[in-house]
């Protein structure tokens, strides 16, 4: 070689920073129940869901992005030229060519830094997985430099009324993804499932919502965690030498979560996968008269499901259960999801507690792809703790009634992929954290601006959908008016 | 570390084998201007285009994706268990949520190898390029587990009647990737360049057709040359040594083809930037009235153009012109285009004129996200170039006049986005290539049917869009009728 590269790769390749956003306002479940007429509990313990995050007309994927970009930057104080690569995984197209990413470059324009390898990548709630795995692998790569990669996880999660709607939400989480951090990624282990199916998708370009086929995507999550999980298990034993294992080996299972009450289900599923890898094993002996049964012919069996339930109920509560903070009170955020979980339980749980424990992650994204993989916690994660601050951010919303949240559904319904448009939400306290960016303008021809709401302190920053080229010929020039103070 | 993996990188990786798919209808420029009754030469000289690709209502982004897998797998005799990772860069958008990739896992259900990393990657024409570096790195990667990597790039380029209309196209490009491959990929010089930019976008999602300001996308692409170029040459010479890089120090150029003129007047900005790097040399004597201009001003400036398309006409023809055959017989495919460049090249070169030589390739995709980066010729490429055979398949196509494209055209914008529909263009010799997947049906949930014209040969095979989840409850099976042989 003639280079100066290491012929060996970085080592403890991992997460050095967390940081998430969701949106300010929020809907109960309890309400939302009286105000759809339907059973009490339906939601709340039928879902296992508490309150639900809500984006009006001033918020897009665009602009959670941003949002959750700049913040992680200066809470971290990490440098817009330490970024080697940015890349977005999202679900929530609102065009179909220019990424995300592209726009999130308005932010490392005054550094001048543009050499940031990475785009958007996309298959409904998996997106941000597959980040995480690229960014890892350029790190581990000929062609890292040294730099910290960025990977953002977004979507807004919108259903048109009906049996799906509270299943909703919306959430940006950052990683940021670097050699020797204290969230080291396991080598060896990655285990995939990937299929065609169409269980939920968004085929009609017309709409914000999808076709949803609840039923079927149950079925395929449970299978995807089945098929991951063996062979995850598999690659654990061969790769670092686990005999036997089981969820005895993983310290935390974090899911991707559409619904609390799911993850419950999958953690009983792991615990039906270990009997069927373990028939004989004698604390299984109460599960004898499933022992025949196929996994492909179970993941509606009610019986199997509420049998393995209760036997994983304390580990549910142990290994689970804190990473789902922030699911239960802002819902689904489909390619953020499975980070939220992780944001929680990193949030929620002592450093000490964590050190040297294995936190196993489960991602699925419908069509389907699906992931199981793990990291251990070699440093000190009590910075991100902090910055994270789940508890309380998530206490410090506006609880909106839910007719105001109907509105807003129609709202979006009616501004779906229009230009011309100034959004009428508006930009206060109420709506909006500090920081936050916000919609000012789809103009004429579609282009977008946004600016930001104060910061704590003066940080401030507008961004400008039109003038972002930065001197090449031919680019019209219009300014934003000044950003509203919260 | 307890695991079995090399601490090591694998070595060489690059390019095993290479597939094309292009329509087999075309509509010739020289007619085209007549029909549009533009001034004659306006498309085939101001454009440099010949011939143009063409899509009817049976193929879309799937339906050439499936084929080009499906050809590379057939051709090379690759198994399906040999992948490990599939990534599809595009930006033809027709599920904002269900990636093609999924869709691609039809053709891998029979062999049960599900354990497939990747999925879709999207900015303009650089979702390709995108899908290569992830795929290189993970080659190179801690996760890599021998298997080979296999990157589609793809896309069918449509525009609304009027000037931009003669540059669309239609092609998809499969590439294996894996190491000791013949065509390696430089290490340690990737250089990349992302903006934000609206100079091409697809924001409305009613419509197939891009928002385009042709003058603005041609200075972007030109801003993109000069940054990309002299990334790459100071990586270079930092990363081999190479002392004074300039053109002289690549043996072939690749470029993005939106139209061919325009990779001609990029060829000429090399040598505009060679000049910049080093005015004082003596073989840039002629050009000294340039010397204090700077780049940022000159992206439309023709006095430069033309002096530096002179300077650069011989190298034009050697380094370039070669990897042109497809571009201007074809038109743009995207994401694709700039691996039909390389494909061109290889297909038309003797591999003992190839051997250690340096292929240095620019991608760009509006927005924007531009990378240059190379590889070297390190063995034996005659086996690729006797498997493309493009000249012989471009000439094995049927031409369609003018009227006909038009029919075609407005056809594809009454039935975008439709439901609930059975295309109607024939399924015979003229309008496909054996082995060709095509549309069969877009049932009233959007759900896509694909067959499979007969291959040479026996091959056959019928995918169903409804019945791929291979045995999870509540899966409607829905067969489709029997594929039509050609």
Redesign the interface.
Known sequence: ?????P???AQNVGIHAVDIYFPRKYVDQVELEKHDGVSQGKYTIGLGQSKMGICDDREDINSICLTVVKSLLEKYGIAYNDIGRLEVGT?????????V??????LF?DSGN???????????C??GT?AV??S???I????W?GRYALVVAADIAVYKSGAARPTGGAGAVALLIGADAPLVFD??V?????????????????SEY??V?G??SN??YI?AVD?TYN?YLDKLS????VENPTMDSVDYFVFHCPYAKLVAKSVGRLGFNDFLRNPDDERFAAFAQFKDLKR??T??NREVEKAFMEYTKDAFKTKTLPSLLVAKNLGNSYCASVYCGLASLLSETPSSQLQNKRITLFSY?????A?MFSLTVRGDTSPIAKILNLSSRLADRTEIPPAEFDAIMNLREQTH?V?DYDPVSPVDERNFFPGTYYLKRVDE???RTYERVAAKGPVRSVLN??N????????HSVNGVNGVKA
Not at 365 to 369: K, Q, T, V
């Open positions: 070689m003639l280079s100066g590269m012929p060996t790769r679900e929530t197209i609102i065009d179909k060519s220019k990424s990413k592209s726009v999130l470059m308005q324009a543009t050499d940031i390898e990475g785009i958007d990548t996309t298959n409904a998996y997106g597959n795995f690229n890892v692998n350029w581990e790569s000929s062609a430099d080598a060896g990655r285990a995939t499932h990937m299929e065609h199916v169409y269980d939920f998708y968004k085929p009609d370009l017309h999808p076709e086929d039923p079927l079925s395929c299978k098929v062979r061969r790769q670092e030498g492909e012919n993941y509606t994204g419908s069509g389907l792809a992931s992929n230009k021809k579609f282009r959908g039109v972002g080229t930065n001197g090449v010929n031919g680019v």
